[in-house]
Structures are given as C-alpha cells and as structure tokens.
C-alpha cells in the first residue's frame, strides 16, 4: 500500500509547530477544567501509557490520526506502544546495579542473554545438590533403609516437581521481574500473603545460609583438620559439647567474613558460583565412578566389629585383642581400651571378654548382595551403638558401663518423620531460575524447561544414589554418621574414586559456595520486600548504598544467620528452613490452583502442562511435609506467617496488583450474593441493613459526622450498611467533587470505624438523587431495609424552603419501598465512639406497633461499648377505655418471651379539651404555611396574596394579632414552639379559663372558627404527647418516639413538619423511629 509523506522545511516546521503548540495550550487551558484528562476518567499508572517521554507534538503531527488527537494525552498511538514493548528490560535487583557502577566504562546495561542451560539449569542444580548429599544422605540410607528412603526422596521430589509446574505456570503468565518467586506469590495472591510468604522465604533462604555454613565447619573439622578444634575432649561422652562449641566460634568467624566478602564484592561471588558447581559436578561424577569400580575391585575399608558391635578406629589401629609375636602374645592398644592392664589376666569389660573381634570390608561392592540388608530401617534411641543385624554376639552384663569405650554410638534419635525433616532442604533451590528472570533471554521459556530438567536431574541422582549406596556400602558405615569406623573419613568419600579427597574438598567448596549465595540472595529478597512498602517497619531494609546493595539488609541477613549458628546443629537447623521452603511452595502451588480455578482473562500462561489438580495435589503434599516433618515447627512457622498476614491487612499499604484472591474475594461475594434469597428475610434473620444518608458542604466533607458514629454503634461492624450522599448537578461537571466526596466519606468512615460501603449520586436536583439512592443502592438480596437521616435542622429558614419538602418526600418514599426509616434529632448532640455513658436510660416511646422496631434497635445498640450501661425503658400510653394494669402486665410478659431485659410504665391519657396553646399554635403554624406557599408564586401572584391575607387578617383579628402575622412572615426571628414553663403556664390558665365552657374560647378569639380542625387535633396529640415525654424521658440518654406518616394531602407537609417539631420539643436526643410494616422481632426460637 502505498504511503505519500509531507515534506516540510526544519525552520517552517519548527515555527508551525511553535503555533500549534501555543494554540494547542490555549485551547486546554479552558478544555482541561471542563475535561480533566481527556474524558475525566482516572486512567491507570503504566509503564507503557501516560509516557512523559513522547511529546504531545510528535504524537500527532500529520492529519491523519486528527479525530483521535483528544485521546492522545493519555492513549498513546499503537506504533509507540509497540516500541516500547519491544525495548522493555527487566533487570534483576541489586547485583545488575552493582556491577553497572563498578564497571563505569559501560554506558549501557547490556541486554539479558542468558539461555535456558546458563541461566536456569546450572543455577537450579547447584542449589539444589549441596550439604547434605554428602553429609547426610548416606545416613539417611542406613537409618531408613533403602525403602524408606527412597519414599523419603520421592515425596520431597515429587513436591518440587509439581510445585516447579505450578510455577512454570505463574512465570509464563507475563514478565516476571527481579523479586522471583516473591513477586509471583505476591502478585498472585496479594500483598498479604506475598508479604508473610516473602518473609518467610527471606527467613528460609537466611537459616540455609546458616545450615552451609554449618556444613563448612564440620567438614573441616571432622575430615580436613581435626587438629584445628578450640575446644577439646576432656573427658568421656563430652564430644557432641565439643563440637558444638567449636560450631559457634566457627561458625561465627565465617559468617563475618563471608559477609564482608558479600559487602565488598557481590560480582566476584557471582563469578566463582560456576567454580563451585563444577566441584559438586565433579564429586557426583567420582561416586559415580567409584561405584563402578566396586563391581570390580572394591576399596579397602576394613571395619572392626567386637560381637555386632561397631568400634571407633580413631583410638586404635589393630583389629584384634592381642598379637602373636615371636611366640610371644601381645595385647593390643585395642585391649587397653577395655581392660584395666595389658596383662592377659587383666579384668576386662564384660561385653569384651565374652565377644570375639572381627573385620569386615565397609565397602563390599555392587555385587555383594549387601543391599538385602540394608533395605529395612534400622531406627535408634540417642546413645545407642551401631550393630550390625546378622553378626553373632553373646550379651553381657547389663551393670558394664559403655562410656569411654571405642563404640561407634549414635548421636540423636532417629526416626521417619524427623529424617524427612532433615533431608528435605536437599531439594529447595528450584526458585533458583525464577530468581534470575531478569537475566534470562526468553524467561517464560527457559525457567518451565530449565527448572524442571533440573529437578529431574536431581531426583535421579538422589534416587540412583540411594539404591548405590545400599547396594555398595555396609550398613553400620551407612548408620556411622561421622565415618568414625573408616578411620574419620567421609562416608560417601569411602565410595568415591580416585581418592575421598575429592568428594571432601568438593564439598567444602561448594558449601562455602551455597553459604555465599544464600547471603547474597536473601538480602535482595528482603530488599525487594521492603522497596514494596506493604511492611511498614522493615522499610528501612529498603536503602542501600548507591549501587544498589542492600546494606542494611545484608546485616539483618547476618543476625538471623548467627542465631541458626547458635544452634549449632545442622541437624536441628535443617528442619526450621524445611518449614520456610515448604510454606513457600505450598503458597506457589496454591496461587496457581487459585488462577486457574477462577479462570480470570489475564491468567494465559504460555505453558500449558500444568492442571489445578496437579497445584492441589502439590499444595497438600507441602502441608502434609511439614507437619510430618515437625509438627511444632509446622504450627509455628504458621503463626509467625499469619502475624505477618495480619500486620500487612491492618498497617501495611494498600496495593493493588490484581491478585487471585481478590478475584476469589469477588468469586465468593457473587456466589453468596446468588444465593441470597432476592426478598425480605425470615424474621429470626432480620436486622437492620442500613442506608445512611449524608449531608455534605461546599467542600465535600460530611456536616453530621456523628451520624456515622451513631451507624456503627447501632450496627456493631455486623450487616450491610451503605453511605450516601447527593451531588446536586451534571455528573460530567462534577466528577471530580463526586470523587473527593467520596474520598471524604470513606475516610470518615475509617476514623468512625464504619464498615460499609460508600455511594455518591450526582443528580440535578437532590429530591431525585434520594430517591435513586432509595430505589437503587445495594445488590440483589443484598439491599437496604432502612434508612438513616438527620433531623434538618434549618428546615424553617427561608434560604433551605426545600429541606423540609425533600424530608417529606424521603419519608413518604421509604414507606412505598417498604423500608424503615430512623430520624436522628440533634445528631450533633450524639456521643461519639470513645465516649462511655456509665449511666441512665434509654427510654422507649411505643405508640403504636410497627413490628417491634422500637424494642430491637435499644438492644443493638447496648451490644456497643457507648450504650451498654444504659438500662432500657419501655412506655406505652393507655387511653380512657384501656384496662393500664392489664396493659404493663402484658407488656412485661411479651417482653420475657422477646428475650428482653426492660422497665415497663403505662402512662395514662386522658382526653380533655384543647387548649389556647394548641389552637395558637395551630394558628401560627397554619399563618406560616401560607407565607411558605406565596414564595413559591410569580411576583403579582405574590403581591396580591399577600394583600389578601393582609386584608382577611385585618377584618378579623386585633392590632396583636397584625403584629402576630408580620412576625410568622419573618420565622427566623420568631420562636415558634413553647418551652415547657410556658406550656405548664399556659396549661393552668387555660385550667381556670375554660370553666365557661367550650363556647367561650370562640368568643374570646374568632379567628380560631377558621382553623382547620384536622390541623387543630393533631397539633393537640403532639401537644400532649410531649408535655407526657417530657414529664418522663426529659433526662434519658436517648428517646426512642413512634414518628407520625406524613399527611397524605401534600398540601400539608409544612404542618407535619411543625407537628415532629413540636412532638420532641425540650428533647435533647431523639430517634424517629417509621417501622417498614413487617415484622422484625420475634418471640420463636
């Protein structure tokens, strides 16, 4: 397809350019306030959209692309997408950096280039073969047996092979950056658990730090240099303390200084790594050798058996009790260690005397058919000596003392659990390649292929191994942990050829390799961790020095590292990190199960051999691993994991990386959500689902926050409870108040302790945007049934001459929907969360049933700590033909089958004429009523209103009662309601002046004829009702009042509002309480 190009001259280029620049900013600078960016939509943070480095002039020069060039602010074009996605590199964390600033000479940072056998199949290797293939894995054999073993083996590769498959899955399913299988568990299953499986993994890859090290020293002073102990065995049965001791000054020393050397020069560590592979290559290759060799010529290895006991040859040097020597029989050194003197008639150990000495070779060879005996356990309590099974003995005396004597015992108790246990740490290493991705050419091919190839490398020298060792080696050499029958060789070394000095150096340089790399790596971890920010207090562990070296996390590393080499036992520390390893790979196992299962758009991994059976097949193994190889450690290596996990949900920062547990979060929120039944619950499952309804100022912040406290006191963090609020306008112009509105509230929410969630409605005017709250907020079965609101306080003044119409309708609106409705009165009155009442009442007002509203919401509230020493009291009123006795002992029985603990008064009213305070006050209210209308007129309309009203007045009321009207056309400066003295005053007067009779109240003020009689009497109810709640309630605490519905002739509203206004007059704090109509408490089980 052909493409024509515009040639244009630099400087003609530069300048119009320059134009369109200057008309382009003139043109935003009205555009951006109306638009925000683009379309006022907050668009997500990416590396590769919103790039500062592409110019906006560059984006969009031709005209081509013009209908598109409002978009280009934050949508970049596909071309520059691509190219930037082509150019993306991800390096890994902290040894890149370093070297970049040591080699100053490199301008660039050089491409990863890595392959699949380089980069992920040598690393993999070289962690996982180390310490305990040639420490421990030829007593494991002895001690298990071969079977056993080989079950041992198969159950710990097995549980890396399907946890390498799991997260083959989770690298391939996009860049993986430095941070490894940290950044795959975190952004998998969220900050909470990658943070407390981060940790966790930092913590196993410190104490294997300690466990190599650990290794170092005691090859080098069991098989190198014994000579080089500190301290020394004194006396018999302290060698174990010996050892120990000289373990923790050791080890102590190497751990300085392998951490100065991780300081100074992490590169030069990074560089050895393929000198200390090539030293476990090589001793694997020479035990391989050396069992060939077996087949044909077995090394000599003669071992000294007194009975079927194993003796020491470290003492001794002749096998036999005593030598012929020019006819002269001689004892040996040998006789001397059992035997008082080297007389033949010395007094000898019982054992000895009654036992013959025998040597057998310790290593009989491939085909000597030893492996029949050493394919069963052979398990022993801690100071045991090592027999051999089928060798003939003859026991003695049970009083002869073993220590001191050259008996080969064992130093620990052994059994399954604890040696799977100790030989599992031979298998971890598999994050090895995952850890590199950074540095790998194609991670998500290399790391499936080279991590795998590797953990089947592994396994099948572990289990040839195995079956070699049992076929060649004698079993009591197998159960000699220290090769103390071989004359203090290693036991695997026996088996090597061309000499065991090649399986004990390479040991003891690749165990100082391990160690170096363990301190190496987990800095960087805790690093990466920390650089995260989802664990406030371990941020410091974050900086480093300029080039990016982890510092101060290199010293923690060496802290923790010094407390496994307290320990001092390799044995003891292997577990400990066998349960950090396996709670890591149980959670990698568990984040793939969890991706694939909720089967999200983005989970696309590229390899595909993986299934969420194989991940929960792999995840119960680890489970089961770690309780079966120490179940304390299991359950504390679990709290410290679920301590972490609550720290980081509660403190740490709030990140969102679109984890699978949300997803499960938003799985299990719709199932739930299906299965909730869409219509109103049984009556034993109802309780107050709330629809708070806010008021917010000019600048978005909630006018009654005591609203929200009262909220979550009533609703104890239990329930649904949903926060609105209206906007009044376009949402188009108002984006950005709806979302720092909501940025408010939900931070109100926080500090009140509100558990909810927060609606914000922008609607032209704010009836309506109630009335879509009402109608619409909540999901499915999961909708509101009441709904909360402050009293509007201004209602009467004459700028909110809405407020009280919006009031009433939202009243009238919540009984259509059948829903509850509470009113808080002088909300700001309301005690706030840490305030306590250590006394008084919260008194109930029943009026009429609603469906027990009124008794339910006293008990929900003294559940909170604010409200729970109030008592609870319960009035009901009783009219002239009601039996008051009959009525409390009724209301106290109904009260025990509800399950509540309440005081019960009838407060008696009688009907008796109605007062001049009622009918003045009906008067001023009606008066005011039509000064409220007439605003709402055209200007003539107004005027001759008015002039009516002026005139009817006049015709018909004295020069008071002019002065009374000019006042009601002025509320603000009128006290429309009375106080209780004025009322009790008024209340005698009108006692003495109604002696005359009805009739004389008209005659003394004809105005009242005109009264609407409607108005009259329920102006007359509220009159009493509150002189009868405030003779009662007027200290309570809280005052709970049946409210009155709304008059269902709109033309009324202004007088209900007068009536509610006159009803809790004198109370200081009072909830209207307008039941939904059904049934909410029951006296049923």
């Not at 050829?497 to 040991?507: A, H, L």
């Not at 989802?534 to 410091?540: E, L, S």
């Not at 709970?1040 to 509610?1060: A, H, Q, T, V």
Request: aromatic share 10%; with cysteine; glycine share 8%.
């Amino acid at each position: 397809m052909p493409t024509s190009f515009t040639v244009v001259p630099v400087e003609a280029q530069g300048e119009e350019r320059q134009r369109d620049g200057q008309q382009r900013e003139e043109e935003d600078e009205g555009d951006e306030r109306d638009r925000g960016t683009g379309d006022g939509i907050a668009r997500e943070s990416s590396p590769f959209i919103n790039c500062a480095e592409l110019g906006r002039g560059s984006m969009y020069e031709g005209k081509n692309m013009a209908l598109f060039e409002e978009e280009m602010d934050s949508n970049p074009m596909v071309s520059s997408l691509l190219n930037k996605l082509a150019n993306y590199t991800n390096l890994t964390q902290g040894v890149v950096e370093h070297e970049a600033d040591e080699d100053s000479k490199r301008k660039e940072v050089k491409g990863p280039r890595m392959g699949t056998f380089i980069g992920v199949y040598l690393p993999c290797l070289q962690n996982i073969l180390g310490v305990i293939l040639f420490l421990r894995l030829t007593w494991i054999v002895g001690t298990a047996g071969v079977l056993e073993s080989f079950i041992i083996v198969f159950m710990c590769c097995a549980c890396t092979m399907l946890t390498a498959i799991s997260m083959s899955a989770i690298a391939t399913n996009g860049v993986v950056p430095a941070g490894g299988s940290y950044y795959m568990i975190s952004r998998s299953l969220g900050p909470e658990f990658g943070g407390a499986v981060g940790l966790c993994f930092y913590l196993g890859t410190t104490f294997a730090g300690a466990m190599y090290i650990l290794g170092t020293i005691e090859i080098l002073l069991t098989y190198i240099s014994p000579s080089a102990a500190i301290f020394k065995v004194a006396d018999a049965g302290e060698e174990t303390e010996a050892m120990l001791n000289n373990m923790r000054v050791y080890g102590t020393c190497i751990v300085i200084l392998m951490a100065i050397v991780v300081f100074v020069g992490v590169k030069y560590v990074n560089k050895l790594a393929l000198v200390f592979l090539a030293c476990v290559i090589l001793s694997i290759i020479a035990i391989y050798a050396g069992v060939i060799k077996t087949a044909f010529d077995p090394p000599d290895f003669p071992i000294c058996l007194l009975g079927n006991r194993t003796l020491s040859k470290r003492s001794f040097d002749v096998c036999a009790k005593f030598t012929e020597s020019n006819n002269e029989t001689k004892t040996t050194p040998l006789w001397l260690l059992f035997c008082d003197s080297s007389l033949l008639n010395a007094t000898c150990d019982d054992y000895f005397s009654l036992n013959n000495v025998t040597e057998i070779q310790g290593i009989p060879g491939i085909m000597s058919g030893v492996l029949t005996d050493n394919l069963w356990s052979a398990y022993s309590e801690k100071g045991s000596i090592v027999e051999k099974k089928d060798q003939p003995s003859v026991a003695g005396s049970e009083e002869s003392k073993m220590g001191g004597l050259p008996y080969v015992f064992t130093d620990i108790m052994t059994y399954f659990t604890m040696l799977v246990g100790i030989y599992f740490p031979s298998v971890t290493g598999i994050m090895a390649g995952s850890n590199r991705s950074g540095d790998l050419k194609d991670a998500q091919k290399s790391i499936p292929t080279g991590t795998i190839l590797a953990i089947s490398t592994t396994s099948f020298i572990y289990l040839s191994c195995i079956v070699l060792f049992g076929a060649c080696i004698e079993g009591v050499i197998l159960r000699d942990k220290f090769g103390e029958a071989v004359n203090g060789n290693l036991v695997v070394g026996t088996l090597a050829w061309p000499s065991p000095w090649v399986i004990v150096i390479g040991s003891f340089f690749s165990t100082c390799g391990a160690g170096l790399q363990s301190l190496t790596g987990a800095p960087r971890l805790l690093q990466a961790i920390a650089r995260d920010g989802i664990v406030p207090f371990i941020q410091i562990f974050g900086h480093g020095k300029a080039n990016g070296e982890p510092t101060w996390a290199l010293l923690l590393t060496v802290g923790i590292c010094e407390i496994g080499i307290l320990i001092a036992s390799l044995d003891s520390v292997a577990p400990i990190l066998s349960m950090f390893f396996l709670m890591c790979y149980m959670f990698v196992n568990l984040a793939c199960a969890v991706q694939t299962l909720l089967r999200t758009p983005n989970w696309r991994p590229r390899f595909k051999y993986y299934h969420w059976t194989l991940s929960f097949v792999g995840m119960s193994l680890c489970l089961a691993l770690m309780f079966i190889c120490s179940w304390y450690y299991a359950l504390i290596a679990m709290l410290i994991a679920g301590c972490i996990y609550k720290y980081i949900e509660y403190r740490g920062a709030e990140k969102e990386w679109g984890d699978g547990i949300r997803g499960l979060s938003l799985n299990a929120a719709r199932y739930a959500l299906l299965r909730v039944e869409d219509g109103p619950p049984h009556t034993k499952n109802w309780r107050p689902q709330l629809l708070v309804l806010l008021n917010l100022d000019n600048e978005q912040l909630v006018k009654h926050p005591r609203l929200l406290s009262f909220t979550s006191q009533l609703k104890a963090g239990k329930g649904l409870t949903i926060v609105g609020s209206v906007l009044q306008g376009i949402y188009l112009d108002k984006c950005t108040e709806t979302h720092k509105a909501e940025e408010n509230v939900k931070a109100l929410m926080g500090v009140e302790k509100t558990k909810g969630f927060c609606q914000i409605v922008v609607s032209p005017n704010f009836r309506d945007g109630i009335s879509y709250l009402i109608q619409s907020a909540g999901l499915g079965g999961m909708k509101h049934n009441t709904v909360l609101m402050a009293w509007p306080q201004s209602w009467k003044q004459a700028e909110n001459r809405f407020s009280w119409k919006n009031f009433v309708d939202t009243v009238r609106e919540t009984t259509s929907a059948q829903q509850a409705l509470l009113v808080a009165k002088n909300i700001d009155l309301f005690p706030t969360n840490q305030e306590r009442f250590t006394e008084g009442n919260i008194d109930v007002w029943w009026i009429v049933h609603d469906g027990g509203m009124l008794m339910l919401l006293p008990f929900l509230l003294r559940q909170h700590k604010v409200w729970r020493k109030c008592k609870m009291r319960i009035f009901t009123v009783a009219q002239m033909d009601d039996n008051s006795i009959q009525m409390k002992k009724d209301l106290q029985m109904f009260l025990y089958h509800l399950r509540l603990n309440a005081q019960v008064e009838v407060v008696e009213m009688f009907e008796n004429d109605i007062s001049a305070f009622t009918y003045e006050k009906t008067l001023m209210m009606e008066q005011r009523s039509q000064m409220l209308k007439q605003m709402q007129l055209s200007k003539n309309e107004r005027e001759r209103e008015a002039q009516l009203i002026h005139d009817k007045n006049t015709a018909s009321r004295s020069a008071p009662a002019v002065e009374a009207s000019v006042a009601a056309a002025v509320p603000e400066k009128v006290q429309m309601t009375w106080t209780k003295e004025k009322f009790v005053a008024e209340k005698h007067k009108n006692k003495d002046s109604n002696v005359s009779g009805f009739k004389d109240i008209f005659n003394m003020k004809p105005e009242w004829e005109n009264l609407n009689q409607s108005n009259v009497r329920r102006m007359h109810t509220a009159v009493k009702l509150n002189g009868v709640v405030l003779n009662k309630s007027q200290h309570a605490q809280l005052v709970l009042l049946n409210m009155p519905g709304p008059p269902k002739n709109r033309k009324g509203d202004e007088n209900y509002m007068e009536f509610l206004e006159v009803l809790t007059e004198g109370l200081d704090r009072v909830l209207l309480v307008r039941g939904s109509g059904r049934e909410v408490i029951t006296i049923y089980s």
